[in-house]
Structures are given as structure tokens and as C-alpha cells.
């Protein structure tokens, strides 16, 4: 089944302590990215990758990491989280750069920060 | 950067009335896109519009482009409670580029629909 695997679904963590949120497609598509979702802000782009290697800014990248060592995997790294950064994380796959394709999104993260 | 303004953000209707949410930028669109989310779900591509003027249409529902590439609407006629969820707007910069990946959300619009 093609899909966009997040993990975890739910998280709740203190201040400080690093952690990552894994995305993975099975889909070969080349793009990949992360949004966060807020209450009244709609869904916020953080970082993008058109491929592998590749990795660009989005509208919201202050206190997220991302690498794209592999095609199929594009994690969303927070090096050291802050109450400010409790959302709901959706990571989303594109056959090629979006701009001609859907988005498939993934279920999910919800996070916490303490 | 580029901003996407949705509105309204919340709209509550009686079962069997229309409903219209619309996407407006200061900037030239590429294209836009719409998603549907429904409630404690992700959001689900519903549709992409790429030409000015651009019209189609998916059983009740009706997207818009407008002629400048600067607004877009989504028209929902005779609303069911399978309707309810939140609608999103996306939208490619008309720059070129890296760009081209940035993909820019409205901000929703809510639905809910009393049987």
C-alpha cells in the first residue's frame, strides 16, 4: 500500500531534550517535506527536498534540522525543543517537487514540549 | 514570503445549503492546490488548478482559478455531513528555482454542517 509513515504519532518531551520525528515513503517520489499545523495558521511549510541530498527552507525552519541521506526517508530533527515548537507535524511526499503532483501526507505527529 | 489568504475561517451551514471558501495572494500564482482534512485526519489532495480562468468540477464541488492566477474559490452545492473538515488552499510561487518546492497554505476554512 503506498503510504507516508510517521513515527512516533504522539510525543511529549521536556525542554531541551533532542529528539526526531522519522518520515518514510514508499512511493519513489523525489520530494519530500515537513509542515507543522497551528490552530487559525493553516499548515506552516518548515524545510523541503526536491532529492536526495537536496534540502531547502521553508516559511517556519528556525529550531528543525532535516537530511535527506536516502530517498525514501526525510526525518525532522529538533535539536533542542521549546513549548513554542508543540504542534502537529505532517510530513508529505511528491512524485516531483509538488509542483506538478499531490501531496500525499502522512497520519501525524503530535508533540508536546514541556 | 509568499502569503495565501483563506477566508472565511469558520462557516457553519444547514445540511442541503451551499458553501464557498476562497484563496486570495497579492502575488501571481503558479498554480494552487486544494486539500480536504477531515477532523483528527491529514489533509487529502482534493484537486490542482494551473491555467488562468481555470474551472472544474468534481461531482458538487466547483474550483476557480481566477484570470489573473490571484484568487481561487472552492463551491460545495446542496452540503452533506460528509462535507464537514477543514479546506485548505496551497500555492506554488511564480518564482523559479529552488522556490518551486515552497509551498505555501492557506490558513483553512472550517466546515461543519447541521443535519
Known amino acids: 500500500e503506498a503510504q507516508v509513515t510517521q513515527n512516533p504519532r504522539y510525543l511529549i518531551t521536556v525542554t531541551g531534550k533532542k529528539l526526531t520525528v522519522t518520515c518514510s515513503q514508499n512511493?519513489?517520489?523525489?520530494?519530500m517535506s515537513w509542515y507543522r499545523q497551528d490552530p487559525g495558521l493553516g499548515l506552516r511549510q518548515i524545510y523541503y527536498?526536491?532529492?536526495?541530498?537536496?534540502?531547502d527552507k521553508g516559511d517556519v525552519p528556525e529550531g528543525y534540522k532535516v537530511s535527506r541521506k536516502e530517498k525514501r526517508n526525510f526525518p525532522l530533527i529538533l535539536e533542542s525543543p521549546s513549548p513554542n515548537q508543540t504542534s502537529l507535524y505532517f510530513c508529505?511526499?511528491?512524485?516531483?517537487?509538488?509542483?506538478?503532483?499531490?501531496?500525499?501526507f502522512g497520519e501525524g505527529s503530535r508533540l508536546t514540549v514541556l | 514570503g509568499q502569503q495565501v489568504m483563506q477566508i472565511p475561517q469558520y462557516q457553519h451551514v444547514q445540511e442541503g445549503e451551499d458553501f464557498t471558501t476562497y484563496c486570495n495572494s497579492s502575488t501571481t500564482l503558479s498554480n494552487i492546490q486544494w486539500y480536504k482534512q477531515r477532523p483528527g485526519g491529514h489533509p487529502v489532495f482534493l484537486i490542482q488548478?494551473?491555467?488562468?480562468?481555470e474551472v472544474k468540477k468534481q461531482k458538487r464541488l466547483t474550483f476557480q482559478f481566477g484570470e489573473a492566477k490571484k484568487n481561487s474559490s472552492l463551491h460545495i452545492t446542496a452540503t452533506q455531513t460528509t462535507d464537514v473538515g477543514t479546506y485548505f488552499c496551497a500555492a506554488h510561487s511564480n518564482a523559479g528555482g529552488t522556490s518551486y518546492g515552497k509551498l505555501t497554505f492557506g490558513q483553512g476554512t472550517i466546515l461543519t454542517v447541521h443535519p
Open positions: 488548478l494551473v491555467k488562468s480562468g
Open positions: 527536498s526536491m532529492n536526495v541530498e537536496v534540502t
Open positions: 512511493m519513489n517520489h523525489e520530494y
Open positions: 508529505a511526499s511528491s512524485p516531483s517537487g509538488g509542483f506538478t503532483g499531490e501531496l500525499f
